[in-house]
Every structure is written in structure tokens, then in C-alpha cells.
């Protein structure tokens, strides 16, 4: 196990560096630069410009720089937020896609979970039925869909929460967590089910039931784990992928999240700021997946890791 | 004619079981697959033939109706938008972008996964474990980096955005493909290939790929919705269809900028939209219940 671990941790730096490698080649080969809307600037200043962010060095060494100062833990200042390092733009927004990511999280677990145990237990009766459309709806109409449609309803027809940002106290986190929260959910409802309803056929969970146990006690105490294994393959990335942020409801909503850094600069080619998010968010990525994998080691015996 | 007959009954013809018509039967006696089955067909018709049959063009404006609410009588059934065009025929015309998008976007993913996976797949060793590698970590790049990226090399070209979103899809189907080839590859009728000495690409074309159909149509059905949802997203960045072409992605995104003037902006494309990826990803659960042999 111990050497398992160590690794899978040693084989995840070069996949890390060839990310690096991969978003800064493509970066650069995009058209056009950082100052390019600036229009008609001197060509001293341009060149002073250049000079100042590295730009006049040969591709080469602005990488091999880039490679230096991310080793250090530095991704470098940003080129469109004059006076702002990428570290700290990144400081101030994953907080709030953070708590924001977190909260949908533990809404779609709360609902997700028991919603899918429901239509399992009731596998192909009405309550599946209504159930598993439901999770359809959820999955199928995407956030930028959902999103207005909540404000709509909810902040411009009834007024009962704000219509975007996050300065209106708790009220005005519940839309943006509950239209994050909605295909999170449905996932988690689909997999529940289609896992219950395979455990539910084990011989184990046969025997708890024929000895009498009450339902609540079979789930609890035999069903539920193994149910979850399945599960935790598909939090992992989908917690990753929740909590940096996502650029259409942070849009949407106003909120000063993460996922908005990611878009503005690959259109300004702020190409500091672009990579300092691409690569956060495929060390995150790499990250959970390696504790998924260790994760599934500890909750099942049965995975042997050689 | 009774009596001629009596006693003995003509032994019925055997209809075979196979993979397929076994498939079929279940998909039929789904009714939420086959539901999803005929709104889509519905669905390509009307925006195949619809925008023909409006009297209105979906790049025409109505100067006297501007920001019209949906009537009956006025002759814009879905209402108009800012500059009085017609929103039914903007959303059938935007539809056939969005299909358009779908079905080409998940045929490029297909032809890369399926050569990729089988591939892979059918070589094994250390081919198999290199070529696998490099999609564990092109998966994490963050997709929509890559879109983005591509968008801005191909400037906005509506048929290359079909290309570049396929080009960035192929991953989880090269996965799957490999998964289904590894077990192919050791069967008797590639055993039997391999003795005559048919060369391995011939193998991979003509007795690998060929039994992968199933697996490959079930996600090819649950591929096409997420290829419109990027679409979708891409022009919600306002980096997809440019004006005045418009795509469901497009519509919803003017919609929601607009809906407190005109909530029908929003609520047609969007009920279009998620209609479709509805009975797309309806459909492809139903394939996969009907072709999965595990609860044969």
C-alpha cells in the first residue's frame, strides 16, 4: 500500500509537467498577444513592455523561466491586472468558488443520495419513474438554462432572494448553490440507484433481509457502503471540477468566483493568468484522483494494488 | 379449411434471437426511449423543412412588431425579439445549427476514439500503455481550456467549431473502445483472422470494430447532447455562431439577458433545447438498457 502510494505520487509530476508543457505551447500558438488591444502604442513602450513580462526572449527560455518560478510556487503577474500576481488573483477567487463548489457539493449529497436509494427501492414503480425523469431533467438542461430561469422566478417574479451577487447574506448563495447543485445531484441520484440496485441483489443483503432486519438497519449497515464505493470514483473529479468554479454560473450570477479568470484570460491572452488556472485546476484534478484511487484501497479489501 | 388442417399445426418458422432483434424488442417496449424516438424525428423534420414554410426569414425584421409577446393572430406564434425577427423561425433555424453541431462534432469523436481505442486496444503492451497515457492526461486539461484555445485558432468558423469540439471529445469513447477490444481480441474469430494472416489494421476494420457497434451507438446517442451543450456553452461565451446565424446556445444566451422584457426569448429556445438533450440522453439509456447483455 505504502508503495503503492508513493507511486502513484512520484507518476503524477510528469503528467503534471506535460499540462504545463501542453496549455503553454498552445498559449503561445494562439494569434495575437496580451497588448494587442492597446492600440497604436509606441513601439519603445511595446518593446519596454515586452521586455518587462520576458516576451523578447526566444519561446524556450520564457518557458523554461515559467517552469523555474512554478517550481517555486510562483505562476507570475498577471499581464491584464496590472498590479496583481496570478497567486493572488487566484487567492481571491477560489475562496469563493470554494465555499460556493462545497456547499453544492453537500446540497446535491443530501438530496441525491436518499433520491436515488428511493428509486431503487422502488425500482420501476412511479416513484422510480418520476424520480429518474426528474434526475433526466436535471442532467439534460444545462446551468445556463437553469440559472435564468431561477432568477426569473425567483428573484425578478417573487423577490424572495437577490438576483446576483453574494453581498445579500445567505440569501442570495441559495440560487447560484442550488443551479450548481442541480446536475451534481442528478448524477449522484442516477449512480445511487443503478449501485443500490445492484448490492440489493447480493446474497448478503438477502440474508439481512430474511433474518428480519428492518429496512432502515439493512441500508444502513450493509447497503450503504458498498453502494458508495461507485460513487467515489465520480466525486472525486466532480468535486474538483465544482469547487474551482464554474464560468457560466459565475457569469450569470455576478460572482467573483474563479471560473471567470479562466475565460477573460484565454480572450485577453493574459497568458500568465490562463495557465496559473489550468494548471491549479489539473493539479486539483491529478490530486483527487490519486486520493480517490488511495481512498478505494482503504473503504475496499477486494482492490489489491501490486 | 379447418378439417385439413386439424390435428396438425404447420410448425412455425424459428425466428432467431439474435444480438439485435433481441435489442430491438426491448427497445420498442421502452416507451420513454420510443417517445424520445419520434419527438427527435419530429423535431428534425421541423427544422429541416420549418423555417422553408414560415413566411418569416429568420434574419428578416418585423419593424412593426418589435419585442412582440407570442400570439395566436399576429403571425409570430413564439413572439419576436428586439429587432422583430420571428423567434419560431430563429429557433428552427438554430436548431439545425445546434443538430448540425451534435452530429458532426460526435462523428469526428467517434472516427478518433473508435481508431484510437481499438487500436490500443488490439496492440496492446506498450502501445496500448503509451497511447492510454497520453488520454489520462489530456483529460486533465480542462476541456473547455482546449475549446477555448481552438476557438481562437479557427476564429470562429461555425464548421471548424464541429471539428474542434469532436477533436476534444474523444477521450471517454477511445476508453471505451479499448475496454470492449481487449476482451474482442481474444476470440476465436480474430484467432482465426490472425492464422490466415490478415494484417492487424485489417483485423481492427473488419472483425474488431464491427462487433464494437453496440457500445459505440449507446454513446454516440449520449455523446451528441453533450456536443450541443458545448455548442451551447461556447455561444453563451459569445464565441460560437455569429449574428445573424443563431444556435439554441446563442438564443438562450439573448434570452436571458432579456428576459425581464421578454421572458419568451428564454423559455422557447431553452424548451427546445433541453427537450432535445432530453430525448437524446432518453434514447441512449434506452439502447444501453436494450443492448445490455447483463440482464439477459
Not at chain 1, 460556493?100 to 419513474?129: E, F, K, S, V, Y
Not at chain 1, 418520476?130 to 431533467?137: K, R
Not at chain 2, 450541443?228 to 439573448?254: H, K, R
Amino acid at each position: 500500500m505504502l508503495a503503492y502510494t508513493l507511486r502513484r505520487f512520484v507518476g503524477a509530476w510528469p503528467t503534471l509537467l506535460v499540462l504545463v508543457t501542453l496549455s503553454f505551447f498552445m498559449v503561445r500558438a494562439a494569434p495575437g498577444g496580451p497588448f494587442d488591444v492597446e492600440k497604436n502604442l509606441p513601439p519603445e513602450i511595446e518593446a519596454n513592455l515586452a521586455a518587462k513580462y520576458h516576451l523578447d526572449e526566444p519561446l524556450w527560455r520564457q518557458y523554461l523561466r515559467y517552469l523555474g518560478d512554478l517550481a517555486r510556487g510562483d505562476l507570475g503577474p498577471s499581464f491584464k491586472y496590472a498590479d496583481y500576481t496570478v497567486n493572488e488573483l487566484i487567492a481571491q477567487g477560489f475562496p469563493v468558488s470554494l465555499r460556493l463548489g462545497l456547499a453544492a457539493m453537500a446540497l446535491a449529497l443530501l438530496i441525491g443520495l436518499p433520491a436515488g436509494m428511493l428509486a431503487a427501492l422502488r425500482q420501476n414503480r412511479p416513484t422510480d419513474h418520476v424520480t429518474m425523469a426528474l434526475a433526466m431533467t436535471g442532467i439534460s438542461v444545462p446551468g445556463f438554462v437553469v440559472a435564468p430561469l431561477l432568477i426569473l422566478v425567483f428573484a425578478v417574479g417573487l423577490g424572495w432572494v437577490p438576483a446576483g451577487g453574494l453581498d445579500g447574506g445567505i440569501r442570495s448563495w441559495i440560487l447560484p448553490v442550488v443551479a450548481l447543485a442541480l446536475p451534481l445531484l442528478a448524477y449522484i441520484a442516477r449512480l445511487t440507484r443503478a449501485s443500490l440496485i445492484e448490492v440489493w441483489r447480493s446474497s448478503f443483503i438477502r440474508t439481512a433481509r430474511a433474518k428480519g432486519l428492518p429496512l432502515r438497519l439493512i441500508l444502513l449497515r450493509h447497503a450503504l457502503k458498498p453502494t458508495l464505493l461507485p460513487l467515489v470514483s465520480f466525486l472525486g473529479p466532480a468535486l474538483a471540477g465544482v469547487i474551482t468554479g464554474s464560468v457560466v454560473i459565475e457569469a450569470i450570477f455576478g460572482i467573483p468566483g474563479l471560473g471567470r479568470y479562466f475565460v477573460q484570460g484565454a480572450l485577453n491572452r493574459d497568458y500568465t493568468l490562463v495557465m496559473g488556472v489550468v494548471v491549479f485546476y489539473g493539479a486539483l484534478i491529478i490530486a483527487f484522483n490519486f486520493l480517490v484511487d488511495l481512498l478505494y484501497a482503504l473503504l475496499d479489501p477486494r482492490v489489491r494494488y501490486s | 379449411m379447418d378439417g385439413t388442417t386439424s390435428g396438425i399445426e404447420a410448425p412455425r418458422p424459428v425466428i432467431g434471437r439474435g444480438l439485435w432483434s433481441d435489442a430491438l424488442r426491448r427497445l420498442r417496449r421502452n416507451r420513454a426511449a420510443m417517445t424520445s424516438l419520434v419527438l427527435l424525428g419530429l423535431l428534425v423534420v421541423a427544422v429541416s423543412i420549418g423555417p422553408w414554410l414560415s413566411p418569416n426569414a429568420f434574419d428578416g425584421s418585423d419593424w412593426d412588431a418589435i419585442l412582440l409577446a407570442p400570439t395566436w393572430t399576429g403571425g409570430h406564434w413564439f413572439g419576436t425579439d428586439f429587432l422583430g425577427r420571428d423567434l419560431l423561425v430563429r429557433t428552427l433555424h438554430g436548431g439545425r445549427i445546434s443538430l448540425l453541431v451534435g452530429l458532426s462534432a460526435t462523428l469526428v469523436s467517434l472516427v478518433i476514439g473508435v481508431t484510437w481505442g481499438a487500436t490500443a486496444g488490439y496492440l496492446g503492451g506498450r502501445v496500448d500503455a503509451v497511447m492510454m497515457r497520453i488520454v489520462d492526461i489530456l483529460y486533465a486539461l480542462p476541456f473547455m481550456f482546449f475549446v477555448i484555445l481552438l476557438m481562437v485558432f479557427f476564429g470562429r468558423n461555425i464548421f471548424l467549431i464541429f471539428i474542434a469540439v469532436g477533436a476534444v471529445n474523444w477521450l471517454d469513447m477511445a476508453r471505451i473502445v479499448r475496454g470492449q477490444t481487449l476482451s474482442l481480441r481474444e476470440r476465436e474469430f480474430v484467432l482465426a483472422a490472425q492464422a490466415y494472416g490478415a494484417p492487424g489494421w485489417r483485423i481492427i476494420a473488419r472483425h474488431i470494430v464491427p462487433n464494437l457497434l453496440g457500445v459505440v451507438m449507446v454513446y454516440v446517442t449520449l455523446t451528441i447532447p453533450q456536443v450541443i451543450l458545448v455548442e451551447s456553452f461556447l455561444s453563451f461565451l459569445g464565441l460560437g455562431v455569429q449574428e445573424p446565424y443563431t444556435s439554441w446556445g446563442a438564443l438562450v444566451n439573448d434570452g436571458a439577458q432579456q428576459m425581464e422584457a421578454g421572458p419568451w426569448l428564454l423559455v422557447f429556445p431553452a424548451l427546445f433545447l433541453a427537450l432535445t438533450l432530453f430525448c437524446f440522453n432518453f434514447l441512449g439509456d434506452g439502447l444501453r438498457d436494450a443492448l445490455d447483455p447483463k440482464d439477459r
